[in-house]
């Protein structure tokens, strides 16, 4: 079942909260209920991709980005990820997401999460996401023509434009027509 209410409370909670800058890190708490674990006692790995979606949900409404974008008939998609699993998760570990946007190239806007249990390093993923609009996807100059900060527009690290080119060239399984 998706974890609706946790979800819900954190976007109401970033709503209020002040203006987050690109850099600055978002940070949602939660613990690890028995809706998330899979059949080992831990934590299913894709409901641990749905927590980081609610912690980056939470970090992008902060930063107001969804607000401007909507305004002009856009929104947001992702467009890839890079996950990394490190610890496992035991039920009813406390959770803690942290979420960051780290810079954009031409076509994206990237962003990072971390995920701690019990304050240890357990997950790590990187995240790109596309603006989209009426007529297809915005090239990110213009997506983001009304933000300033220049946190939006940094060079990425290395091994994520690395990843970012990688993707690129990466084609369509045989069996997947």
């Not at 890190?25 to 028995?34: M, Y």
């Not at 974008?69 to 570990?93: D, F, M, N, T």
């Amino acid at each position: 079942m998706y974890p609706i209410f946790r979800v819900r409370r954190e976007i109401r909670k970033a709503l209020r909260a002040p203006r987050l800058a690109p850099g600055e890190v978002h940070v949602a708490r939660t613990r690890c209920w028995p809706t998330d674990i899979d059949h080992l006692w831990e934590l299913n790995n894709g409901r641990s991709l749905t927590l980081m979606d609610m912690g980056r949900m939470a970090c992008i409404r902060q930063t107001r980005m969804v607000e401007d974008l909507a305004r002009r008939g856009a929104r947001i998609a992702i467009a890839g990820s890079c996950v990394q699993y490190r610890r496992r998760v035991k039920l009813w570990e406390a959770l803690e997401i942290r979420s960051k946007i780290i810079g954009s190239d031409a076509r994206f806007i990237y962003m990072e999460q971390v995920l701690l249990a019990s304050g240890a390093f357990a997950h790590h993923a990187v995240f790109r996401v596309a603006c989209v609009g009426p007529s297809g996807m915005l090239p990110i100059a213009e997506a983001l023509r009304d933000f300033d900060h220049p946190g939006w527009f940094a060079p990425l690290p290395a091994w994520i434009a690395e990843w970012s080119a990688a993707e690129a060239k990466r084609s369509r399984p045989d069996f997947a027509a």
